[in-house]
């Protein structure tokens, strides 16, 4: 049996970073413009629920983990504005992972 070659998951999972996301080390200056961006968007929101997702967004590591905190900053400012307020600053946030 020929020996194994190690696997390469970056190569092999490349396409990930076409949604925005990085396998490597993350850009500090991206992610920080992300997570400020986040906060930013529900700012006015002044809620429990707001403040642990405050607290949430800053001790991210990653635009992946960003990610996964959209559904949660749509919910809150859903119901503190609208559905359409949400999707408007929602689209602001994806040019992080576009």
Known sequence: MPPRRPTDWASRLGFVSGWGFSLGRPDPERLAAARF??????????????????????????????????AD?????SRRHSQGEANERLAG????FA
Request: hydrophobic residues 45%; charged residues 30%.
């Open 37 to 70: 961006d986040f906060v930013d968007a529900i700012d006015d929101v002044r809620t429990e629920a707001a403040y642990g997702l405050q607290s949430r967004i800053v001790l991210t590591r990653s635009l992946h983990e960003l990610w996964h905190l959209r």
């Open 73 to 77: 900053a749509f919910s809150l400012i």
């Open 93 to 96: 946030l994806d040019r992080h």
